[in-house]
Nanobody, 114 residues
Framework: VQLQASGGGMVQAGGSLKLSCAAW????????LEWHRQAPGKQRELVAS???????HYRDSVKGRFTISRDIANNTVDLHMNDLILEDTGVYYC?????????WGQGTLVTVSS
């Protein structure tokens, strides 16, 4: 599965961004879709995930601020990010998990400024 992430940019703290990840396979047929991020000097961490059945999971620090969703019509998995804080800065990667394989997108940079 090829993945193409987009939507990153620079935003002030308290602002919003929407990330999108386009897949070269039907989104509804992918077992698990995730957004990860990697801040400078830190390990990559899971931010949010959504299963084929629509169940979502968020890391504690983004609960209530981020929403992961699948856009079936556009075949993307989106991450709506609100009330951004400095600690949300990093490169965001989408990740698709299928039975027996997985794929990563190329990453999109999100920079939150004060």
């Amino acid at each position: 599965v090829q993945l193409q992430a987009s939507g990153g940019g620079m935003v002030q703290a308290g602002g919003s961004l929407k990330l999108s990840c386009a897949a070269w396979r039907k989104i509804e047929n992918i077992n698990l879709l995730e957004w990860h991020r990697q801040a400078p000097g830190k390990q990559r961490e899971l931010v949010a995930s959504i299963t084929m059945g629509g169940r979502t999971h968020y890391r504690d620090s983004v609960k209530g601020r981020f929403t992961i969703s699948r856009d079936i019509a556009n075949n993307t998995v989106d991450l709506h990010m609100n009330d951004l804080i400095l600690e949300d800065t990093g490169v965001y990667y989408c990740h698709a998990v299928l039975i027996g394989s997985d794929s990563w997108g190329q990453g999109t940079l999100v920079t939150v400024s004060s």
